[in-house]
């Protein structure tokens, strides 16, 4: 084995992410792609043919060593190494229809799910699954989504392209919900409390602003009520005006 494949036999074991084949020449920047790839190759070899635990993956536009799939159940059992949360059925589903229909905007999930998709949207943009590629032409200009290369990473896939064709899947966005898998996780729920709180904190200051403002206009209208019964009490209390006198009185006659 030579000093490039060496090289790249601990870098791609050291990474945490697939590493990009641009990445990888600066090992070696006197390298040309084709004895790039050919230590890639050698270190393929090498590791199957040798029979190690682990393998040169290809995913995600990079290339990194990861456990062979065969051993992968046993170290989860034996818990040595930490595990991903599971995404829960409606995030799976949100995830999918992005993934195939990207970019695509918040209102279309809504209306293919049939529910609000912000708090799920959220979390998967959290998670480093989903991110904001660009705008739409309808009103308001609406962000929309697409799928990162992480999503690749976690999928085992090298690109979009080696998806699964939606005519080949049996059912197409929409998993199976079972007992034991709640339709949100954790990172969901939360965000929908939250949302629900900050929704039923506006409700409660709005109905305390009418309760205010009503409790206002009834102080008006007594006010007035009281100032238009003040107005016909002081007519009723002053004096009929007295008729003049008659001209040439009685007791001047004669």
């Known amino acids: 084995m030579d000093r490039l494949t060496r090289l ?11 590493l990009p084949l641009d990445e990888l020449r600066r090992l070696d920047p006197e390298a040309s792609d084709d004895q790039l790839h050919a230590a890639l190759t050698e270190l393929r070899t090498e590791l199957d043919e040798a029979g190690h635990g682990v393998e040169v993956a290809e995913l995600a536009d990079g290339y990194q060593i990861l456990t062979r799939i065969d051993l992968a159940e046993a170290l989860a059992q034996a818990r040595l190494v930490d595990r991903p949360r599971k995404l829960s059925a409606a995030a799976m589903e949100t995830l999918a229809i992005i993934a195939y229909r990207q970019p695509v905007g918040r209102a279309e999930v809504e209306e293919i799910r049939g529910v609000a998709a912000d708090g799920v949207l ?7 699954l989903i991110d904001v590629v660009g705008r739409g032409e309808r009103l308001g200009r609406p962000l929309l989504y697409g799928t990162t290369p992480q999503f690749l990473e976690i999928l085992g896939l090298r690109t979009l392209d080696d998806m699964p064709r939606l005519e080949e899947l049996s059912v197409a966005l929409t998993p199976m919900k079972t007992e034991s898998e709640p339709e949100l996780d954790e990172e969901v729920e939360e965000a929908v409390e ?14 305390e602003a009418a309760e205010w403002q009503s409790g206002r206009a009834a102080e008006a209208a007594e006010a007035a009520e009281a100032a238009e019964r003040q107005d016909v009490g002081d007519d009723a209390a002053s004096p009929a005006t007295s008729a003049p006198p008659a001209a040439g009185g009685g007791e001047e006659a004669g």
């Open 122 to 128: 959220r979390m998967l943009v959290e998670r480093g």
């Open 194 to 207: 939250r949302e629900e709180a900050e929704e039923a904190a506006e409700a409660a200051e709005a109905a």
């Open 8 to 18: 790249l036999e601990a870098a791609l074991f050291s990474a945490s992410r697939p």
